[in-house]
């Protein structure tokens, strides 16, 4: 069969969607992308599959831009007539959904990987904007044979709005996380704590650099780096706690692996409305111990006072006291560790989750 995987960045069929594509290749699939920009091409390429751009941003409330879409994803559908359509994040779950019903198609699968801003943020300005999001969830969704969700609250949520049917919704443990490529790793450092995200107030950043004040006022030796690209936070903000050798920032990379494995515990104070965050479940694959927040899409990855911690969000005095806790117990950052590769390896095996969806839509 041609499948065709609808994304908004070009960045996310490498990051996101490499396992799932190289499982579909496996069955004899052939692979078709569509994405709004060319930026991470080469990797694109490098996965052999076909790629086109429809120029858009994925965060852009440009009317026009919005109001075109459908009839361009249903040009773009119709040139490349596949067997398949599989959507994944907001706007391809609308527009290419609504697109490919207009292109005559009926083939239809959907992801829906975290509810994020539009759920999450409150006022005026947000209340019009899910609105509108939500009526164009409604209508494109009677078209998606089936819909897959990461995390039960937000399948509950959607159905309890009324935005799909629950008999087409199905569950998966997330997008899955390599246990070979993200492999364990032995504690080297007791003392080095590492925040993996995009530098995002909702990503929890300065919950972050707070909770490392508190703890070097008592553990003045213990290292707290952030590894991330800047977004609505840049690196200016973080100057005062930068400057203070509160907080060492790493910059931006195209592989986490060399930092998880200096660290002895990842932490993602995160209040950011989730699908089922991936850098979790990539720092427990290496055997580290994670302090998240009680909250959707990070509670599923941590299995409390097993794999690491759950706190209240946008609690530094919480996220102090267990970063504490790891560095008066080191065997407790070990044992920890251990559990969480163990937890991985029952929960997250990319394998197995791939495999799930591949049954699920009929393709094995």
């Known amino acids: 069969m041609k499948i065709l995987l609808a994304c908004p960045h070009s960045s996310v069929f490498r990051r996101f969607r490499k396992n799932l594509i190289i499982k579909l290749k496996e069955l004899g699939h052939s692979i078709v992308g569509v994405g709004f920009d060319n930026e991470c091409i080469d990797e694109i390429n490098a996965l052999d599959i076909e790629y086109h751009c429809i120029n858009d941003a994925n965060r852009s409330l440009n009317p026009f831009k919005i109001l075109t879409l459908k009839?361009?994803?249903?040009?773009?559908?119709?040139?490349?007539?596949?067997?398949?359509?599989?959507?994944?994040?907001?706007?391809?779950?609308?527009?290419?959904?609504?697109?490919?019903?207009?292109?005559?198609?009926?083939?239809?699968?959907?992801?829906?990987?975290?509810?994020?801003?539009?759920?999450?943020?409150?006022g005026l300005k947000w209340y019009l904007i899910r609105r509108f999001v939500c009526h164009g969830y409604k209508k494109s969704f009677k078209y998606s044979k089936k819909v897959f969700f990461l995390n039960?609250?937000?399948?509950?949520?959607?159905?309890?709005?009324?935005?799909?049917?629950?008999?087409?919704?199905?569950?998966?443990?997330?997008?899955?996380?390599?246990?070979?490529?993200?492999?364990?790793?032995?504690?080297?450092?007791?003392?080095?704590?590492?925040?993996?995200?995009?530098?995002?107030?909702?990503?929890?950043v300065f919950e972050y650099c707070e909770a490392a004040k508190i703890v070097k006022r008592k553990y003045p030796n213990a290292k707290f780096k952030l590894l991330g690209v800047p977004y609505t936070i840049s690196v200016n903000d973080l100057k005062e706690y930068m400057e203070s050798g509160t907080v060492e920032y790493l910059g931006v990379t195209d592989d986490v692996r060399p930092y998880i494995e200096d660290a002895s515990v990842h932490v993602l104070p995160t209040y950011y409305r989730e699908g089922l965050v991936v850098v979790n479940m990539e720092a427990s694959s290496m055997?580290?111990?994670?302090?998240?927040?009680?909250?959707?899409?990070?509670?599923?990855?941590?299995?409390?006072?097993?794999?690491?911690?759950?706190?209240?969000?946008?609690?530094?005095?919480?996220?102090?006291?267990?970063?504490?806790?790891?560095?008066?117990?080191?065997?407790?950052?070990?044992?920890?560790?251990?559990?969480?590769?163990?937890?991985?390896?029952?929960?997250?095996?990319?394998?197995?989750?791939?495999?799930?969806?591949?049954?699920?839509?009929?393709?094995?």
């Open 71 to 122: 009839k361009r994803y249903a040009k773009i559908i119709k040139e490349i007539n596949p067997d398949l359509v599989f959507t994944f994040m907001l706007k391809p779950n609308i527009y290419g959904v609504l697109g490919a019903k207009k292109a005559g198609y009926d083939n239809i699968y959907s992801m829906v990987e975290g509810a994020g801003d539009v759920f999450n943020n409150r």
């Open 152 to 204: 039960e609250t937000d399948l509950n949520e959607f159905v309890d709005r009324g935005l799909v049917k629950k008999e087409q919704c199905e569950t998966v443990l997330g997008i899955g996380v390599d246990l070979e490529h993200f492999d364990f790793r032995p504690i080297k450092n007791y003392d080095s704590f590492l925040m993996i995200a995009r530098l995002l107030k909702t990503k929890g």
């Open 287 to 364: 055997g580290r111990a994670v302090i998240t927040c009680d909250n959707v899409g990070t509670r599923e990855t941590v299995k409390d006072g097993y794999s690491g911690f759950l706190v209240k969000t946008k609690d530094a005095t919480a996220i102090a006291e267990k970063m504490i806790y790891f560095l008066e117990n080191p065997d407790k950052v070990c044992e920890m560790g251990a559990n969480a590769r163990k937890y991985a390896e029952e929960n997250f095996d990319h394998k197995v989750i791939n495999e799930k969806i591949c049954k699920i839509i009929g393709l094995e």
